[in-house]
Structure formats: structure tokens, C-alpha cells
């Protein structure tokens, strides 16, 4: 199948790289909104140190690479 070329001679992204840049932006997303929620929630029932580092990180990764996965369903879907 044919690249569409623009009017200046530039190339559109490929359904590949479409997929790909939507799960780059909602993991990266994901983790933000991971990092704010998981922390107020491992403060409020008073976890510590190491505790407190796993279970951010823990919840960062899940809820990026939730909504990355989202992400790029959507963005599949889309082209």
C-alpha cells in the first residue's frame, strides 16, 4: 500500500508508528496520574520508606501501562 505524500513532500506516520506514539504518551500519562494518586493513597495508611517507593512504583507501572494499552487501542482503531 502506497505512503500518501503531503503537499511539501512529507510522509504520514504508518499505523505502526501511530499505535506506538499513542502508547508512549498514555504510559507516560498513566505513571503521571499513578505517581499523584498512588502517593496520597501510600501516605494515608502511613507506609514508609521502602514500603512506600515499591508501592509507588507498583502502581505507576500498572496504571501506565493501563492506559498506554487503552491508548493505543484507540489510537489503532483510529487509523
Known amino acids: 500500500m502506497p505512503v500518501a505524500v503531503g ?3 512529507q510522509s ?4 505502526f508508528d501511530c ?3 499513542g502508547f508512549v504518551v ?4 498513566g505513571k ?3 505517581v499523584l494518586l498512588s502517593t496520597f493513597s501510600c501516605l494515608r495508611i502511613r507506609m514508609r520508606r521502602r514500603k512506600l517507593m515499591g508501592g509507588i512504583g507498583k502502581t505507576m507501572m500498572q496504571s501506565g501501562g ?3 494499552t487503552f491508548m493505543a ?5 483510529r487509523c
Open 7 to 9: 503537499p511539501y513532500g
Open 12 to 15: 504520514q506516520p504508518s499505523c
Open 19 to 21: 499505535v506506538k506514539m
Open 26 to 29: 498514555g504510559c507516560a500519562v
Open 32 to 34: 503521571a496520574v499513578g
Open 66 to 68: 493501563t492506559f498506554g
Open 73 to 77: 487501542i484507540g489510537m489503532g482503531i
